[in-house]
């Protein structure tokens, strides 16, 4: 062995004399991508010249940033073989238009790489306000902030337009800025809850570092996280995630005496919740009385919805729990009154002939916001007792088990403290799986487009099978669907609003075919409102147009104008009007992975994959274009299994004692495998506010041994 060690080093020896090049080690350097870092690795030899490069882009969206660093990775950084490390010019490479975060990552890496390896000075950044514009996550507004340096330093970050929800995006501007001001550095990490519009400021700051001459790439040293560990004792009842159902077993089990702390991931209270239209809540008390008598007939409900969720004559929804929900939504109606809350009229169940009302909307009383109305419930619970407390930008990690009893959660603060709470019960308020791919690609065909929270990662579902093995239930419902929209949002000025409205039209029309990834036909299974009923072609779709009919709109215009019913960008479309602009269109929508073309049906089906394509659409011949779409869906339904004390169940069907499932964690026992979920309106939100209510006050019972 040692012989071989000696022969290898002379040999290595020899080369350099001979001017041989020798590899050196790899060099690497990590960004923040669209959602997830980017990592890229350099390999040069002995002579400082680039042998390979490669860009991981694995946490990126699969067919857009995921996309964009293979192609930069098989094109421009493959050609880069053979180039002087220290002459690379990153900043000069072009990126992929649709995916530019992605692609400034890869270049940020590679200037940073460069610098690493040649020692190269900080280039400094001239003082001055410097004005940015960046798309965010509204599809109609873009975000320009006013960017400052004073001495070489970032020290003021000023809103202009904000390009998101304002109560989401104040949460940016109260911990973002000043985090990315202490820091000076782009490595800051974003805000949960908030990732969108964080990634956006950070895209912002970079742009204005290069504005005011700077290297974005020395912008990125890392910042030191804490390692201490915070024990808190004693709690009644610990509640995770603070949204609707979290937000509801905090209160009432503040209320029912007991001593409570709340962990909530995110840097403000409501999750999903403040962004609901409206509960389900049958029979209110107060409104039963004012109305001489029941509003719904429960019996007939639960019958209705019993036929809904019974799948080849079995049940599949635990009808027990169903019945339960259904005699309890309106008391939490009257009780959410009592507090920082108030409801309008009940309304009619979406789609039912019987026209019963089930469901209402909701706001924060005296005019308030439904975001303001959670803050206030919150701090009102937590005055009942002065021990109560919760925190925001906590991340809860894991169950505490001691002597097979759940004991408490381990959580993880935004500066990387660790908490330990301990407590005698655990309520699971953590809003479901929509973030989580390992899931979404298990049980529900994949990874969703959606105008739901990402964090709600399915941090409840895993703590609980992780700690008590606890029984998963109809993970596989379908998620919450009533949107739709082109897979890939234009958010910037690549096309105007008329036209953007004129891509989206064309992403929502059933009177063409419209495909899942397999290239069967949908079209049999899309009633009235195409959003509600595409999700039965998967996370996305394509609607299929011959370039003949193309050709048709630009000189009779669309056969329909279809607008979706959310995420409309401001423009308007008109059917039988001229689309003179439509190559342009498409043509755009293309960079954006939105529109596809090819010369025929069969090599459309090759391109795309869509094994089933030619079987399912008959082929007009000539070159065909495919329209990407998607489901924006809300939530998703499936969770653990609870019994009728919102107990969780274990594998064995045991009541796991002083652990609790509420809202989204465990609304699947309210539902049938792969269905949609029941269209009555607002059964999402009335479990999560109901279950999370009865759930504080078994939880408060239990821990106080009543
Ligand atoms: C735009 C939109 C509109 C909707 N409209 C309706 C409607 O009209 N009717 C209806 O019935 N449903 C509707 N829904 C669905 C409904 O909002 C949800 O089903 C419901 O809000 C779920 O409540 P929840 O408390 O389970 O989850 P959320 O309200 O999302 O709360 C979960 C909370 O847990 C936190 N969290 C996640 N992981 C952790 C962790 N590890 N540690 C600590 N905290 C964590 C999250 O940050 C979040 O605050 C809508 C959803 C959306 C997105």
Not at 599 to 627: C, F, H, M, P, R
Request: proline fraction near 3%.
């Amino acid at each position: 062995m040692k012989k071989w060690i000696a022969l290898l080093l002379s040999l290595v020896m020899i080369m350099s004399v001979m001017n041989i090049a020798v590899a050196q080690e790899p060099l690497t350097a990590t960004v923040a991508g669209f959602g997830g870092d980017v990592t890229v690795t350099v390999e040069v030899d002995g002579e400082g010249k680039i042998v390979s490069i490669a860009a991981d882009g694995s946490t990126q969206t699969p067919d857009v940033g995921g996309k964009a660093a293979n192609d930069l990775n098989e094109g421009v950084l493959a050609g880069l073989a053979g180039t002087e490390l220290a002459e690379l010019d990153a900043a000069g490479i072009e990126g992929i238009t649709g995916a530019t975060v992605t692609s400034e990552a890869i270049k940020t890496a590679l200037e940073m790489i460069k610098a690493e390896a040649t020692g190269a000075e900080a280039a400094p950044v001239q003082d001055g306000t410097y004005t940015v514009t960046v798309p965010a996550y509204s599809v109609t507004e873009q975000m320009t902030l006013n960017i400052t340096f004073e001495g070489g330093k970032l020290t003021k970050i000023e809103t202009v337009t904000a390009g998101n929800t304002p109560v989401i995006f104040a949460t940016v501007e109260e911990n973002l800025y000043p985090r990315l001001i202490e820091n000076q550095s782009l490595e800051t990490d974003v805000i949960t809850g908030a990732t969108v519009a964080s990634g956006a400021v950070k895209q912002a700051v970079e742009k204005a570092i290069e504005m005011a001459g700077g290297s974005v790439a020395d912008w990125h040293k890392p910042v030191a996280k804490s390692d201490a560990v915070v024990e808190l004792n004693d709690y009644d009842v610990i509640v995770v995630g603070l949204g609707g159902a979290g937000m509801t077993a905090y209160l009432s089990a503040a209320e029912s005496g007991a001593t409570v702390f709340g962990i909530e991931k995110a840097a403000k209270v409501g999750g999903n919740s403040t962004n609901t239209s409206g509960p389900m809540a049958i029979n209110p008390p107060s409104r039963v009385e004012a109305n001489g008598g029941q509003i719904v007939p429960p019996e007939e409900l639960l019958a209705d919805w019993a036929e809904y969720t019974t799948i080849d004559g079995q049940q599949d929804a635990k009808l027990d729990v169903v019945e339960m929900f259904i005699n309890n939504s309106g008391e939490t109606l009257d009780w959410m009154e009592k507090y920082s809350f108030q409801f309008g009229d009940e309304m009619k169940a979406f789609f039912h002939p019987a026209g019963w009302k089930v469901w209402t909307s909701y706001a924060g009383k005296d005019g308030k916001t439904k975001d303001e109305a959670y803050v206030e419930a919150m701090e009102a619970a937590k005055a009942m007792n002065e021990k109560n407390d919760y925190k925001l930008e906590l991340t809860a990690t894991e169950l505490l088990v001691e002597d097979g009893k759940v004991a408490g959660v381990k959580a993880v603060a935004a500066d990387g403290t660790t908490y330990l709470v301990h407590g005698k019960s655990v309520i699971l308020a953590t809003g479901g799986f929509i973030g989580d791919e390992e899931l979404s690609n298990e049980y529900i065909h994949g990874v969703w487009r959606t105008e739901a929270m990402t964090q709600c990662d399915g941090a409840g579902i895993k703590m609980a099978q992780n700690a008590v093995n606890a029984n998963l239930y109809n993970l596989d419902v379908v998620p919450v669907s009533h949107i739709a929209q082109v897979y890939n949002i234009v958010r910037n000025d690549d096309l105007t609003a008329d036209q953007k409205a004129i891509l989206t039209s064309l992403a929502l029309d059933k009177a063409y075919p419209v495909v899942g990834e397999d290239g069967v036909k949908v079209n049999d299974k899309i009633g009235m409102f195409f959003a509600f009923d595409v999700w039965a072609a998967g996370p996305t779709y394509y609607v299929i147009y011959s370039e003949n009919e193309m050709n048709g709109f630009k000189e009779n215009g669309l056969a329909a104008a279809n607008t979706p019913m959310f995420l409309a960008q401001g423009g308007t479309v008109e059917a039988g009007v001229p689309v003179a602009d439509l190559d342009q269109i498409l043509s755009v929508g293309e960079a954006y992975g939105d529109v596809f073309k090819a010369d025929s049906l069969a090599a459309l089906a090759d391109q795309l994959g869509l094994e089933k394509l030619t079987e399912n659409v008959e082929d007009q011949g000539g070159a065909y274009y495919a329209i990407k779409g998607a489901s924006y869906v809300y939530s998703t339904c499936g969770g653990v299994e609870v019994d009728t004390n919102l107990n969780v169940v274990d594998v064995d069907g045991n009541p796991v004692s002083g652990l609790y499932a509420v809202g989204n964690d465990s609304l699947g026992v309210l539902l049938a495998s792969e269905k949609a979920y029941v269209t009555y309106g607002g059964a999402a939100a009335g479990w999560a506010l109901t279950s999370g209510r009865l759930a504080g006050a078994y939880a408060t019972a239990y821990a106080k041994g009543e």
